[in-house]
Each structure stands twice: as structure tokens, then as C-alpha cells.
């Protein structure tokens, strides 16, 4: 067979197999689409399905077939990113500065510390610091994964619970809308490199400029025109960023933060996301799964997601529960807040994968790192909906 033919087989099973599981195992409770196509990606890479038919694997995963896939997946993510950018609305954060910067503050810095810990811990040993990263920059950036809370997942499972349009998911919101702008701030620190810091210090520069001309561009547009617009800026940032040594992704966010969601229609926003979700997330998940490594042994690398795990959960409800004695909540509220402040999936990926691309974090780490959001992930709803149902919150 050709290219073109391996790589719609590819294709197949990517959508094909997480689909099946996902539907016939009715596993939406505590497993939903988007977790079940991160765990397949896992298990169609190289670590399961290349050890068990490595002829197999060979032949479908040709270099060829890895590139193309790769292409989607990175536009995929930039998208993805962009749309979560556009997103963040900081003014209801801005109004309730107190309650939500002591919030926002303990539920980032407390699991950030933990897990910084936990990576002091792992590297004790070799096998957990990328080729390219001091080490400063490795627990950092471990420590960052723990504390980071996937906005647009939260957003789905929010959806899921039906409590995002109440004032508990709009606080929630606010909470990790904040936590998100900290998390590419500390991404770009970790980032910085000494020797390109010319370009990025013109990357900055000319993004400042460019941002406010854009925005004075996109007010007189029609909407339709903004979408096309919107993602001309999203490659030329993406391309800017990487250029500079940061990351595309960097790009990406910085793209969409500038924008102002009331230029968009908010069903239009949401069927896009869904859409990208349907379409070409399945693909970033599946490349995903094909940098994962367990060179140091399944069970090694299970104990340290296990470590990571206990870090950022742990972490995350320690310092919402610390947030809630402050501010006066009852004790379930700051227990079901902090477990839905926890979710990691798709924005812990994004950032382990950039820091696996500049070589701060080795294929083991982000496999532990992977399998850690995997499961931050699972747990959200099974603990939640019970509390919710009971109306403990």
C-alpha cells in the first residue's frame, strides 16, 4: 500500500477504536471521550502496541505517516490553545479580586511546591532530566504540570455536572482563568533562552505592536471576517513565538488571549471547540501516545505517576481547603472545588509536550507526567457528581 492508503489506516483506528471503547464500554461516568482517546493514544504507541506487534506498528507508523500525522496534530493544538486563549475573561476575577487571587494563588502555588518536591525526588536518579534542561528548569516545569488545571476540560466536565452556568462553575472559571494566565507566564520563564534572547525580546516587541493594531482591526470587522482573521494572526503569532525559541504554542495562547470573546458569537465558539475536539484533537492525542517511553521500566514509571499524582492531587486540595478556611466556606464546597480545580488532561499535555519538544523533560517523565493527567482526570467526576447529587454543595 502507499502512503495515502497507511495513513487513512492510521486514521481509522485512531478515531475508530477510542470511539468503540468509549460507546460500548459506556465509560462517560468516569471516563469520558477525550480521556478514553488520551489512554488509546497511550496504548497505540510505541511502549504497548509497538512492543506487542512491532511488525505491525513498523508498517502503519512509517516516518512518513508519523509526519503527517504530527502536521495535523500541531494545528490541531494551536487551534485548541487559540480557542482557550479567547476564552479567558479576567474581568469577573478583576471585580472579586480578594476572593479570587487568594484562591487562584493557593490553588496554583500549593501543588506547584508539592510538586517541585516530587521532582527533587525523581531526580535522585537518572532517566528524568531531558538533554537540554537544567535543573532548575526540570522542577519547575514538573512542579508547573502538578499545578496546572485544564481550563477547556473543566469547562466540559462542568458542562457534564450541569453546574457551569450556576455561580459555583462561574467562580470555578474564575479561579482557573487566572491560573491559566500563571501557567504560561511560568511556561515562558522556563522557556528563556539567553543565547536567542535578541530575537525573543523582538518577538515581545513586535507582538505588542501587532496585538494592539489587530485589536483595532478586529472591532471593525464582521464577524465572519474575524474567524478568518483571527486565524491568520494565530499561524503568524505561532510562527513569531517559535521563531524566537519559545514554542509555537506560546504563540498560540498569546494569539487568542488578546482577542475579546464578545467579538465572537459564544455558540459559534463552542461548536468550533467541539468541532476541533471531534475532528483533529483525536490525532494530537494519538501523536501523543507516540512519544511515550517506558525505558526505565513499566512499573518505574508507574510509581512516579503515581508520586506526581499524590503531588498534584494532594497539592490542589491542600491549598483550596487552605483558600476556603480563609475566605469562610464550608469544607465540602472547598473539597468539591479543589477536586475540580485538580482535572489536568489536554493543557498538562500541551505543556509536558512542549517541554519534551526543547528537551527539559525526557520521554519518561512525560509518560509519567501523561499517565499522572490521565488519572487526575478520571477521578473529577466519580468524586464530584456524588456530592452534587447529595447537595453537599
Request: a positive charge; charged letters at 15%; hydrophobic letters at 60%.
Amino acid at each position: 500500500m502507499n502512503t495515502a492508503e497507511i495513513f487513512l489506516i492510521a486514521i481509522l483506528i485512531i478515531f475508530a477504536a477510542p470511539y468503540l471503547v468509549w460507546r460500548l464500554g459506556r465509560t462517560d461516568y468516569w471516563a469520558p471521550l477525550v480521556v478514553v482517546q488520551i489512554v488509546g493514544g497511550i496504548i497505540l504507541g510505541p511502549g504497548v502496541l509497538g512492543a506487542a506487534f512491532p511488525a505491525y506498528y513498523a508498517y502503519v507508523f512509517t516516518p512518513q505517516v508519523i509526519g503527517a500525522l504530527n502536521g495535523i496534530a500541531w494545528w490541531a493544538v494551536m487551534l485548541f490553545v487559540w480557542v482557550a486563549g479567547i476564552e479567558l475573561d479576567l474581568r469577573q476575577a478583576w471585580t472579586r479580586r480578594r476572593e479570587t487571587g487568594v484562591t487562584a494563588g493557593l490553588a496554583l502555588a500549593v501543588p506547584l511546591v508539592a510538586g517541585s518536591l516530587a521532582a527533587m525526588i525523581l531526580l535522585q536518579w537518572p532517566g528524568w532530566a531531558g538533554v537540554n534542561g537544567a535543573r532548575w528548569q526540570v522542577v519547575l516545569g514538573i512542579g508547573m504540570a502538578c499545578a496546572v488545571t485544564a481550563l477547556p476540560i473543566l469547562i466540559l466536565l462542568m458542562e457534564k455536572l450541569e453546574i457551569l452556568r450556576e455561580p459555583l462553575g462561574q467562580r470555578i472559571l474564575r479561579y482557573a482563568s487566572v491560573d491559566d494566565i500563571a501557567i504560561w507566564g511560568v511556561l515562558a520563564v522556563i522557556l528563556l533562552d539567553w543565547e536567542r534572547m535578541g530575537r525573543q525580546l523582538a518577538f515581545l516587541a513586535a507582538f505588542a505592536v501587532a496585538a494592539v493594531l489587530v485589536r483595532k482591526l478586529m472591532r471593525r470587522l464582521a464577524e465572519r471576517d474575524r474567524w478568518y482573521v483571527g486565524l491568520i494572526w494565530l499561524a503568524l503569532c505561532g510562527f513569531g513565538a517559535d521563531w524566537s525559541g519559545l514554542h509555537f504554542m506560546v504563540g498560540a495562547f498569546l494569539s487568542g488571549a488578546i482577542l475579546d470573546a464578545e467579538w465572537f458569537d459564544q455558540r459559534e465558539m463552542d461548536g468550533f471547540r467541539g468541532n476541533i475536539l471531534l475532528a483533529v484533537m483525536p490525532v494530537f492525542f494519538l501523536s501523543t501516545g507516540l512519544r511515550t517511553s517506558w525505558e526505565g521500566g513499566g512499573l518505574v514509571v508507574f510509581g512516579a505517576a503515581a508520586l506526581l499524582l499524590v503531588a498534584s492531587v494532594g497539592g490542589k486540595l491542600v491549598g483550596v481547603g487552605i483558600a476556603g478556611r480563609i475566605l469562610g466556606w464550608p469544607k465540602r464546597e472547598a473539597w468539591a472545588i479543589g477536586w475540580l480545580l485538580q482535572t489536568k488532561a489536554l493543557i498538562m499535555i500541551i505543556f509536558a509536550n512542549i517541554l519534551l519538544d526543547k528537551g527539559i523533560i525526557t520521554s519518561a517523565t512525560f509518560t509519567a507526567l501523561l499517565l499522572m493527567a490521565v488519572a487526575s482526570t478520571m477521578l473529577t467526576i466519580p468524586v464530584v457528581s456524588p456530592m452534587l447529587r447529595r447537595g453537599k454543595v
